[in-house]
């Protein structure tokens, strides 16, 4: 049994890991500042992860195996608990990242690009330089919430990969799907009511492929990750990439509709996950250490069955 702390976990799959860990038997508590309660049988530490001195208050003495860090997006929160956490406090430190951090489109001019196998293949777990991306804070400045997004997330995951005060785990997730209403993104659900109401999806003239996971998975993998003894970064993601065409066709499958497209100019905003350049994980460190990913043909239909059965259940006036 290990004791496990959980910052976040309230909302989507973070409150199916922190179940997972407590039905596998581990000891573990979730700490938030207070506005959702914890499941049955987790315990509870309310503080803002953003006040040092009422982080340090809340946790007392306590030490954790393993600390798992599901809302951390910024250099300034990544700071705060690496002062916090290190010196023995925790054990093992897994930070929730995601796979926006390779996105060509939010890094800053002059990066090096992430390896990959091909120019257009899956990238490979990459390292994030803390000279571009470390505070303090480079002449560039992310524009748009995506950009503004990515760059906190390679900014917080510098401050852990500069000089480790303690084993880290950063896993870079590829995009979350299923779950219906628990996904407060609405990414899948767009797809299922503009097809099923029978509007265009708007998507670049040739789409690249991009990852997806479950979000039964990705706990799973966070749960696998916190009970690891690696380190650096991870790749999350089931197999088989789609892209946008794709996706939605399964979704168009699954509702006995079919789908239509308007391709939209260059430089124009598309339906989400409709990607004009390569941007697809690569899943070959976590397989290679033994996890065992599905295969994304494997749980789209079950979750694209779900987002529309319950947009449809809202559709349904009161008796």
């Known amino acids: ?9 309230s909302r989507y799959f ?14 573990v508590t979730v700490l938030n500042r207070g506005s959702a309660a914890p499941p049955p049988g987790v315990g509870h530490l309310a503080a803002d992860r953003d006040d040092e001195g009422a982080l340090r208050a809340a946790l007392g003495t306590r030490t954790f195996d393993v600390v798992l860090d599901q809302v951390c997006y910024t250099a300034a929160q990544a700071g705060t608990a690496r002062r916090v956490f290190s010196g023995g406090r925790a054990g093992r430190y897994v930070m929730t990242s995601t796979m926006e951090v390779y996105d060509p489109a939010t890094l800053p001019p002059g990066s090096p690009v992430p390896p990959a196998g091909t120019d257009s293949g899956p990238v490979a777990e990459g390292r994030i330089d803390p000279v571009r991306t470390g505070p303090p804070a480079g002449p560039w400045r992310p524009e748009g919430a995506a950009a503004r997004y990515a760059e906190g997330k390679r900014r917080a995951e510098a401050v852990f990969l500069r000089e480790p005060a303690l084993p880290y785990v950063s896993v870079r997730s590829a995009h979350v799907l299923g779950g219906g209403a628990q996904d407060f993104t609405g990414r899948l659900a767009h797809y299922v009511e503009r097809i099923a109401a029978g509007l265009p999806v708007d998507v670049h003239e040739d789409p690249y492929a991009t990852s997806f996971i479950h979000h039964r998975e990705i706990a799973r993998f966070l749960a696998w990750a916190a009970l690891g003894t690696f380190t650096g970064p991870v790749n999350a993601a089931s197999h088989g990439p789609l892209t946008v065409t794709a996706l939605a066709d399964s979704v168009a499958a699954g509702l006995g509709r079919p789908a239509r497209y308007r391709v939209v100019g260059a430089g124009r905003e598309a339906s989400p996950f409709s990607f004009d350049r390569a941007y697809a994980l690569d899943n070959g460190r976590a397989t290679g250490l033994g996890f065992s990913f599905a295969h994304t043909r494997d749980w789209l239909p079950g979750a694209i069955e779900e987002t529309a059965g319950e947009l449809a259940a809202r559709t349904v006036p009161a008796p």
Do not use: C, P
């Open 1 to 9: 049994m290990k004791e496990i702390l959980v910052i976040g976990g």
């Open 14 to 27: 973070g409150r199916n890991l922190v179940t997972l860990l407590r039905d596998e038997g581990h000891a």
